[in-house]
């Protein structure tokens, strides 16, 4: 079965019936399912989100919000390029990241988790300053997985945009939702723990129900505890 993605609209068969010069249309045909692809990739996958940020925006200006957001998203970006990494889309007050752009699974899955412990270090750092500020620190939770991806590119705005997506996209997400239910801020799924080259000394296991796998996840929490504003209703 063909998709026609592409068509005359009908404004411009209408002009052609008129006897008018018909406005030009592209005309492509394309198979769906026939289309060559790039091959798949073993991927490390993060993703990262600020915890508790919505009450900040009834607490300040939109300008200085988006002030704090930039900086924060700013550092973190520099964080994750230090390792390799590259953030593939935001989503206002988080991110997602992949690793293994040009290096194997097992350097990509060391890069994410350096890159996480990274962040979360720096982070100690902000809050120093913004803990006055802000009344409160900001938290962070990350979930890491790895597993295989397809890439491709659209076009957006004029501009490129680069696509990861798979089953192990959905697995890291649902990972970083995971921290809250766990309160550990920094969860790795078991995968990943077996493909570092050094593991982390203070890693606790768990089991813990995802959305779309069957059974319960073998994770490892690797972070520290919420404070408690994160964990309120």
Not at 1 to 6: A, I, P, R, T, V
Not at 48 to 66: H, K, M, S, W, Y
Not at 72 to 80: A, C, E, I, P, Y
């Amino acid at each position: 079965m063909q998709l026609k993605l592409f068509t005359t609209p009908k404004s411009a068969r209408l002009k052609k019936k008129a006897g008018r010069p018909a406005v030009h249309a592209r005309h492509q045909a394309w198979d769906l399912w026939s289309q060559p692809s790039e091959p798949e990739h073993e991927m490390a996958l993060m993703f990262l989100d600020i915890r508790n940020f919505t009450p900040l925006t009834g607490q300040f200006r939109p300008a200085e919000v988006v002030h704090l957001i930039g900086r924060l998203l700013s550092t973190f970006q520099r964080l994750v390029r230090a390792h390799h990494g590259r953030i593939i889309e935001t989503t206002g007050d988080g991110f997602y990241a992949a690793f293994g752009f040009d290096r194997e699974i097992g350097a990509a899955v060391d890069d994410a988790v350096h890159a996480g412990a990274a962040i979360m270090r720096q982070l100690e750092v902000l809050n120093s300053s913004y803990d006055q500020v802000l009344g409160r620190k900001i938290e962070v939770g990350i979930g890491i997985h790895a597993g295989k991806v397809a890439m491709g590119k659209i076009h957006l705005n004029g501009m490129e945009h680069l696509l990861v997506m798979g089953h192990a996209v959905n697995i890291a997400a649902r990972l970083q939702t995971a921290t809250k239910a766990l309160n550990n801020n920094f969860l790795i799924s078991s995968d990943v723990f077996e493909l570092l080259s050094h593991r982390p000394s203070n890693s606790t296991p768990a089991v813990v129900s995802l959305k779309g796998v069957s059974d319960g996840m073998q994770v490892r929490m690797i972070g520290e505890q919420y404070g408690e504003l994160v964990l309120s209703p």
